[in-house]
Nanobody
Framework: QVQLVESGGGLVQAGGSLKLSCAAS????????MAWFRQAPGHTREFVSG????????HYTDSVKGRFTVSRDNAKNTAYLQMNSLKPEDTAVYYC?????????????????WGQGTQVTVSS
């Protein structure tokens, strides 16, 4: 049974930082591209960042470029999202997702597995 478990969310002031983790089990982690999506109340789930199976390629949505960094540790079956200079508009539930692909997809329908989400709240 595949499980993706996010952690690291919380409440932070604007300008602060958080690091999200996504621990995977039940799959060959190194064969999956990993991504982070987020969903704010009243909005659709949107792509935030992704990383290829090897970690050699990354992709970010424009609004987080220069502030967020995605990474992975295949030995630990874990993906990370370092979020710096957080803004109130970053407030959302953040989800990790896994896609058995060599490329990084930005559409949610491409992803095979999802975590349960972790809440990130940025106060102004």
């Amino acid at each position: 049974q595949v499980q993706l478990v996010e952690s690291g969310g919380g409440l932070v002031q604007a300008g602060g930082s958080l690091k999200l983790s996504c621990a995977a089990s039940g799959l060959t982690f190194s064969r999956y591209a990993m991504a982070w999506f987020r969903q704010a109340p009243g909005h659709t789930r949107e792509f935030v960042s992704g990383i290829s199976w090897s970690g050699g390629s990354t992709h970010y949505t424009d609004s987080v470029k220069g502030r967020f960094t995605v990474s992975r540790d295949n030995a630990k079956n874990t993906a990370y999202l370092q979020m710096n200079s957080l803004k109130p508009e970053d407030t959302a539930v953040y989800y990790c997702a896994a896609d058995r692909s060599f490329s990084i997809a930005t559409v949610r329908e491409e992803y095979d597995y999802w975590g349960q989400g972790t809440q990130v709240t940025v106060s102004s």
